[in-house]
């Protein structure tokens, strides 16, 4: 005895539309998966909304110590001292610092971009570093 079937139709990630026959408790099956990863979306995202929410309100209120205060302003003053030896280096190294160190670029996506070889970003940020490194030395 054969089950009875219905159509059901999708839509693939390519954008191509497909339509299968499946028995009706498979489809229930589906509908009900569905129905629980739509929830299970809902909850995440009421959750993140929630967190983001709470991470504000704390941010907010933080009072800061004089301990911090004071590890602050020693941060401030050596972050000056890091952008005044960065301005000695070549346009390049400054490019390509800023790339690797403060965008997070690889040095492989860092020469498809400038069409140049790997190791050559890499030797030249290697050199910027060290010369960062002897300005920086107290």
Known sequence: MDKPTMGIKYKLA???RISIDVS???KNLLEQADRQIRSQRRQDRRHHDSAEYVDGLTDTTTVISHE???DLIDRLDSYKQLYAAIET???IQKQWVYLHYF???T???I??????HHTTVMRTVK?????LMELLQP
């Open 127 to 131: 050199r910027a570093q060290r010369t």
């Open 111 to 116: 020469a498809s971009m400038e069409s140049v």
């Open 14 to 16: 390519n954008g191509k």
């Open 68 to 70: 911090d205060f004071a």
């Open 103 to 105: 965008c997070g670029f």
């Open 24 to 26: 009706i408790e498979v």
């Open 107 to 109: 040095y492989r996506k």
């Open 89 to 91: 280096l070549s346009d």
